[in-house]
Structures are given as structure tokens and as C-alpha cells.
């Protein structure tokens, strides 16, 4: 088992709750994420993670949606994802302001952010894939943004599992238990 998963596993159940509302936004999905817990494999975190995107509605994956800033426009409270977007951030002020207008009309059009799995994903090709992905009828849209949104968990949850959660024995500079505690 992972040191990550370990301490997944370990988390309190809003703590551990908290953890996942940063790998996906949905309350739905990311209660349903902690009370599996616990988790014998990496593999079965994955499976549960799908059957619980399965089980979303409308207003739920909107939710997810909603949790992500701007292509191109990271939270400045999110380290996540300025690392996802690094591509994009080094663009040039005239790519920076077409990406702007097109993130304005695209949420104009559908009513929530446009959501592409921006890693490794430099402004051009954010841009070619905003304006592809416009011409898109509504339904069709909303799913492939729900794709997109599948992708990016799938990352957040892998790098999650691969490192100890922070407060937790495995972390880098949380205290080691104490004797009785081992």
C-alpha cells in the first residue's frame, strides 16, 4: 500500500473529505469518495472514483466544473493548478487576452468554465481546443467537459496516492508517533 493511500485511509472523515473535494468539487463525489474508505489498492480508489462519476447529476458535475478557475487564469490559493497549467502561463499577452475572450464567450454560451486537462497543454492548444469545442451543440459539451473533468481526478487522485497527505505520520515533517501509538 502506498504511503499515500495509507494515510488517505487514516484521515479523519471531513479531513479525508476535504482532500478529495481537491481532486474533484463535487460534495456528492467526494462523500461518496471518503465513505469507501478504506482502501486496500490504488485500483480500487480508481474503480469507486468512476462509479461515483456515474452516479452524478447535472447540478453535481456543474459543481465539479465550478471548482476550477480559468484556462490561463489559476487561482492564486491553488498550487494544483498553476502546476497543471504551467503550460499556458508562460503565453504572450496577446495569446493571454484571445484565451480571456474565449473563456468569456465560451461561458457565455454554456454557463460554466471551460474545462480541459491542461497538463502538459501550452496556451496555443488551449486556444485551438476553446474554439473547436464552441461550435459543439450543448449535450454534446457537457460531455465531453465531464471528460475532461474525469481526466484531471484521475491525475489529482494518482499524484494524491502517491504522496503521504499532509498531517499524517508518512508526510514530510509530521512528528513520529509516539511509542503507543505504534
Not at 68 to 87: L, V
Not at 125 to 136: F, K, P, Q, T, V
Amino acid at each position: 500500500m502506498s504511503a499515500g493511500l495509507a494515510s488517505l485511509n487514516r484521515l479523519d472523515p471531513p479531513d479525508a473529505r476535504a482532500v478529495l473535494l481537491g481532486c474533484c468539487g463535487s460534495q456528492r463525489w467526494a462523500a461518496l469518495m471518503e465513505r469507501g474508505r478504506p482502501y486496500a489498492t490504488s485500483d480500487e480508489v480508481t474503480a469507486l472514483a468512476e462509479l461515483a462519476f456515474d452516479g452524478l447529476d447535472q447540478g453535481d458535475w456543474l459543481e465539479a466544473f465550478a471548482a476550477h478557475a480559468r484556462i490561463g487564469e489559476p487561482r492564486g490559493s491553488d498550487p494544483q493548478g498553476h502546476g497543471e497549467q504551467a503550460g499556458v502561463l508562460g503565453a504572450g499577452a496577446g495569446e493571454r487576452r484571445e484565451l480571456a475572450e474565449r473563456n468569456t464567450a465560451y461561458e457565455a454560451r454554456f454557463g460554466y468554465v471551460f474545462l480541459i486537462c491542461a497538463t502538459g497543454l501550452d496556451a496555443s492548444a488551449s486556444i485551438a481546443a476553446l474554439e473547436a469545442r464552441y461550435a459543439n451543440p450543448p449535450q454534446v459539451e457537457f460531455a465531453l467537459a465531464g471528460a475532461q473533468q474525469r481526466k484531471i481526478t484521475r491525475l489529482r487522485l494518482g499524484r494524491l496516492l502517491a504522496t503521504p497527505t499532509p498531517g499524517t505520520p508518512e508526510a514530510p515533517g509530521a512528528p513520529e508517533p509516539t511509542r503507543a501509538g505504534r
